[in-house]
């Protein structure tokens, strides 16, 4: 496996991993059961993707960086916002936007893998379907209310 390749991938994981973080603790901050049991669906969907992505890595014969991704994680600001300002006042408008930002922020590294590397079809399926759950939820126009 290309060095490239399997830093891209663990650097997805991160950014996979936080996005579970994101959907994890808008659960906790929500009120409403319906909007809980929303993101803890969101929340387990990100978990396999993420075990997914992990054997991605070890089919491809490279290797998962455990540690990095899940003490580090080096994924940049997909929380800081909302995280960083008053968690008391938190709408579910407010955290539902937060995750679909979350998902649209994570977009970019699943279009690196697939337009910039040479992945195994059945890697590259895995990785497009991904993609499209992704861009689905960044895309959405979702009112908590509608949950």
């Known amino acids: 496996m290309e060095k490239e390749i ?3 991938l663990n650097e997805l994981i991160a950014k996979s991993f936080c996005v579970k973080e994101v959907y994890d603790w808008a659960k906790e901050m929500t009120t409403s059961q319906g ?3 929303y993101f803890k669906e969101k929340s387990e969907e990100r978990k396999k993707f ?3 992505l992990i054997k991605i890595i070890y089919a491809m014969g490279g290797r998962f960086e455990e540690d990095k991704n899940l003490t580090e ?3 940049g600001n997909i929380r800081s916002p909302l995280l960083s300002g008053d968690l008391n006042d938190i709408s579910d408008q407010s955290l539902l936007n937060e995750t679909i ?3 649209r922020e994570i977009t970019g590294e ?3 893998l697939l337009t910039q ?3 195994p079809q059945e890697q590259a399926s895995i990785l497009k379907e991904q993609l499209a759950e992704t861009e689905r939820i960044a895309s959405e126009n979702k009112f908590a209310d509608d949950i």
């Open 101 to 103: 930002k979350a998902n």
């Open 6 to 8: 399997e830093e891209k």
């Open 35 to 37: 909007v809980s049991d």
């Open 50 to 52: 993420s075990k997914d």
């Open 117 to 119: 590397f040479q992945l």
């Open 110 to 112: 699943y279009e690196t």
């Open 73 to 75: 994680n080096n994924s």
